[in-house]
């Protein structure tokens, strides 16, 4: 039953690696997110989509390709891994007010990449 | 540029004794303020949406304020369960739908 989901919760790879994380919302809502917590906790957006198509890009570098196959799903990969790129990635869902929704973002579980 | 400041970075508190997480905010324009609870190792899960100054949400032991600068998460007898991570973040404009978080405040009970 959880709402939003990511796999894996756990990725380790070494630098110079092609790696994907993949998100799920079972909340039928219309926008999805990306966001990077680093190591300080700190919650920055990289991506933002609404019925697959990207709304926000927050200056992340383009070694990062979101990839939304339908609004229920949104996928992101990395290209040549780096050592920055260390960090917990969130996904997140919202369904706008103006569509019936509350505007309250539901996070998943988070996952952990380890970059080598 | 939006911003979000959290105030205190951390608070350790004793069971039963009651207290308040601050949140400031500067913002263009105040689409809807939210609290968050992380606990280690998972991700934010979602407290409070508050919309407009003079409105006030309760859920347990916690009740959220808000106001046209700053919103407080007042936390009334706390058990050691509620220790964790208190996020606050805000949204602005129609068609800017990205959350600016604070950097946080991590609460500690002790038993």
């Known amino acids: 039953d959880t709402a939003v989901s990511q796999t894996p919760k756990y990725l380790v790879t070494q630098m110079g690696n092609d790696k994907s994380i993949k998100c799920e919302q079972n909340?039928?809502?219309?926008?999805m997110y990306w966001y990077k917590q680093d190591s300080k906790k700190f919650l920055k957006i990289m991506f933002s989509?609404?019925?697959?198509?990207?709304?926000i890009n927050e200056t992340v570098p383009n070694r990062f390709s979101p990839k939304s196959p339908d609004k229920a799903h949104l996928n992101l990969h990395i290209n040549s891994l780096e050592l920055g790129d260390s960090a917990v990635y969130f996904c997140?869902?919202?369904?706008?007010?103006?569509?019936?929704?509350?505007?309250?973002?539901?996070f998943g579980p988070g996952t952990r990449l380890t970059v080598l | 540029e939006d911003q979000v400041t959290q105030s205190p970075e951390a608070l350790r508190l004793q069971e039963g004794e009651s207290s308040s997480l601050n949140c400031s905010y500067t913002?263009?324009?105040?689409?809807?303020l939210f609290w968050y609870r992380q606990d280690p190792g998972k991700g934010p899960e979602f407290l409070f949406t508050?919309?407009?100054a003079g409105e006030e949400k309760e859920k347990e032991r916690l009740k959220a304020t808000l106001t046209k600068k700053e919103s407080f998460l007042h936390i009334t007898a706390p058990k050691p369960e509620d220790s964790a991570t208190y996020l606050c973040?805000?949204?602005?404009?129609?068609?800017?739908?990205?959350?600016?978080f604070g950097t946080g405040t991590r609460l500690t009970i002790i038993p």
């Open positions: 997140a869902s919202s369904q706008d007010r103006r569509a019936g929704g509350t505007d309250t973002q539901y």
């Open positions: 909340l039928g809502h219309d926008t």
């Open positions: 989509y609404n019925n697959k198509e990207l709304i």
């Open positions: 913002v263009s324009g105040l689409r809807g």
């Open positions: 508050l919309y407009s």
């Open positions: 973040a805000v949204l602005t404009n129609f068609g800017n739908e990205k959350l600016t």
